[in-house]
C-alpha cells in the first residue's frame, strides 16, 4: 500500500500524463492504449516502495528462491553468482537506497539469476512503460549481422529516420556493442537469450519489470539510401493497462 508521499507522487505522475496523453487506436479504429510526454523524474518519484514492502519482497524473494527454485545450484554454478547471498548482502541497505535504487537492485538481481521463470513484476506507475516511435530488429547480410528500423510508429514523422534504415550507433556506441552491454538488464537463461532480449525491448522497456533507461533521450546513427543520418529521439510514456494482456484471439499487446 502506499504511503501519503507515495500516493501524491503517484497522483502527479498520472495528472502529468494525462496532461499530455494521446489516444493510440487498432487498425479497426478502436483505442487500445495512450501516449504521453515521459518524465523520467516523475516516473522515478512515482515508483514508490514503503519500508514494509521492501522487506516483504526480500523476504518472498528469499522463500520463492530457497524452497521452490530446483535451479539455484545449476545457475549458481554456470553464471558464477548466487542471489541468495546477494539478497542477504542487500538486506541491510534496503532502508537507505532510493525507491529507484532499490527497484533497480531488485531488477538487477533477477537479471543476474539468468532465468525467465523467475520474473519480478514491481511497482511501475499505471502499468507503464518507456518507448521510442520505431522498433529496431536484426538481420544478416550474408555473415554480418545488420539492425535495421522495420516499423515507425504510426502517426510520427521522423526528419530522416525511415524503415529500412541501417543502425550504425546508439548514443555513439557502436549498436552491437550496445546492444551486448544493455543484455546485462534482461533475464535470458543464457548469453543468446539475453542479446535476444536486449533487442525485442530495445526500444519497448516495460517498467514494472525492468528499470528505466539509462538515458532520456537517444541520438541514432544510420545509414539511408548510402547516406549517413544523425537523429534525436526522446522517450515516451506508453500505457496500455487498458488493453487485454492475453485477447480471445490473436497475439497479445507485446506480440506473443
Same mark, same amino acid.
Given at each position: 500500500?502506499?504511503?501519503?508521499?507515495?500516493?501524491?507522487?503517484?497522483?502527479?505522475?498520472?495528472?502529468?500524463?494525462?496532461? =499530455?496523453?494521446?489516444?493510440?487506436?487498432?487498425?479497426?479504429?478502436?483505442?487500445?492504449?495512450?501516449?504521453?510526454?515521459?518524465?523520467?523524474?516523475?516516473?522515478?518519484?512515482?515508483?514508490?516502495?514503503?519500508?514494509?514492502?521492501?522487506?516483504?519482497?526480500?523476504?518472498? /524473494?528469499?522463500?520463492?528462491?530457497?524452497?521452490?527454485?530446483?535451479? /539455484?545450484?545449476?545457475?549458481?554454478?554456470?553464471?558464477?553468482?548466487?542471489?541468495?547471498?546477494?539478497?542477504?548482502? /542487500?538486506?541491510?541497505?534496503?532502508? =537507505?537506497? =532510493?525507491?529507484?535504487?532499490?527497484?533497480?537492485?531488485?531488477?538487477?538481481?533477477? @537479471?543476474?539469476?539468468?532465468?525467465?521463470?523467475?520474473?519480478?513484476?514491481?511497482?511501475?506507475?499505471?502499468?507503464?512503460?518507456?518507448?521510442?516511435?520505431?522498433?529496431?530488429?536484426?538481420?544478416?547480410?550474408?555473415?554480418?549481422?545488420?539492425? *535495421?528500423? =522495420?516499423?515507425?510508429?504510426?502517426?510520427?514523422?521522423?526528419?530522416?529516420?525511415?524503415?529500412?534504415?541501417?543502425?550504425?550507433?546508439?548514443?555513439?556506441?557502436?549498436?552491437?556493442?550496445?546492444?551486448?552491454?544493455? @543484455?546485462?538488464?534482461?533475464?535470458?537463461?543464457?548469453?543468446?537469450?539475453?542479446?535476444?532480449?536486449?533487442?525485442?525491448?530495445?526500444?519497448?522497456?516495460?517498467?514494472?519489470?525492468?528499470?528505466?533507461?539509462?538515458?532520456?533521450? *537517444?541520438?541514432?546513427?544510420?545509414?539511408?539510401?548510402?547516406?549517413?543520418?544523425?537523429?534525436?529521439?526522446?522517450?515516451?510514456?506508453?500505457?496500455?493497462?487498458?488493453?487485454?494482456?492475453?485477447?480471445?484471439?490473436?497475439?497479445?499487446?507485446?506480440?506473443?
Amino acid at each position: 500500500m502506499l504511503d501519503s508521499v507515495g500516493a501524491k507522487a503517484m497522483e502527479q505522475f498520472v495528472a502529468d500524463a494525462q496532461a =499530455t496523453a494521446k489516444t493510440v487506436t487498432s487498425p479497426a479504429g478502436k483505442p487500445i492504449a495512450r501516449r504521453f510526454d515521459f518524465n523520467y523524474a516523475s516516473a522515478v518519484s512515482a515508483t514508490v516502495y514503503s519500508q514494509f514492502d521492501r522487506h516483504q519482497i526480500v523476504s518472498m /524473494l528469499r522463500l520463492g528462491l530457497t524452497s521452490f527454485y530446483v535451479h /539455484l545450484e545449476r545457475k549458481k554454478a554456470i553464471y558464477g553468482f548466487d542471489p541468495v547471498r546477494a539478497l542477504d548482502l /542487500l538486506e541491510p541497505s534496503i532502508d =537507505t537506497l =532510493t525507491d529507484s535504487e532499490f527497484h533497480q537492485s531488485i531488477v538487477d538481481l533477477i @537479471a543476474r539469476t539468468r532465468d525467465r521463470h523467475l520474473i519480478f513484476y514491481g511497482r511501475a506507475p499505471i502499468g507503464m512503460s518507456a518507448v521510442l516511435p520505431f522498433i529496431i530488429e536484426r538481420c544478416w547480410q550474408g555473415q554480418d549481422a545488420q539492425y *535495421v528500423v =522495420t516499423k515507425i510508429a504510426s502517426g510520427f514523422a521522423p526528419k530522416k529516420l525511415q524503415a529500412g534504415a541501417l543502425v550504425t550507433h546508439w548514443n555513439g556506441i557502436p549498436i552491437e556493442r550496445f546492444l551486448m552491454l544493455n @543484455a546485462n538488464v534482461f533475464d535470458g537463461g543464457n548469453q543468446a537469450a539475453s542479446l535476444a532480449r536486449s533487442i525485442a525491448f530495445l526500444t519497448h522497456r516495460p517498467l514494472a519489470e525492468f528499470a528505466a533507461p539509462m538515458e532520456e533521450w *537517444v541520438d541514432l546513427w544510420f545509414t539511408l539510401g548510402g547516406s549517413a543520418y544523425e537523429e534525436r529521439f526522446v522517450w515516451q510514456g506508453f500505457d496500455a493497462s487498458g488493453t487485454p494482456v492475453t485477447p480471445s484471439l490473436g497475439r497479445n499487446r507485446t506480440g506473443y
